[in-house]
Nanobody, 126 residues
């Protein structure tokens, strides 16, 4: 069992930055491929970014590539999402996700997710 708790969301102006954190419980955090998804109001939940167990492999949705950076610290059982050059269309609830997989990071289908966090709201004003 893995519990995920996100933090770091908030209100920011367009062009600004936020850093999301996701703290995981349990001793097996390093076995999990971790990802971030987001869900805007009235929209489906969509993939944002993923990172493999070691942090050596990352993958991003085209919409955030070059602006967002995913990273992890296995010693702290934490995964991060640094979000720069934020746009109003980035407004959403952001969810941390864990997938039990030893593979490289790639696109994640939400059906593959083993554990979800509760989400943190990010609002970007224009």
């Amino acid at each position: 069992q893995v519990q995920l708790v996100e933090s770091g969301g908030g209100l920011v102006q367009a062009g600004g930055s936020l850093r999301l954190s996701c703290a995981a419980s349990g001793r097996t955090f390093s076995r999990y491929l971790m990802g971030w998804f987001r869900q805007g109001s009235g929209k489906e939940r969509e993939f944002v970014a993923a990172i493999n167990w070691s942090g050596a492999s990352t993958y991003y949705a085209d919409s955030v590539k070059g602006r967002f950076t995913i990273s992890r610290d296995n010693a702290k059982n934490t995964v991060y999402l640094q979000m720069n050059s934020l746009k109003p269309e980035d407004t959403a609830v952001y969810y941390c996700a864990a997938v039990q997989s030893p593979g490289s990071a790639g696109y994640l289908d939400l059906r593959w997710v083993d554990y979800w966090g509760q989400g943190t709201q990010v609002t970007v004003s224009s």
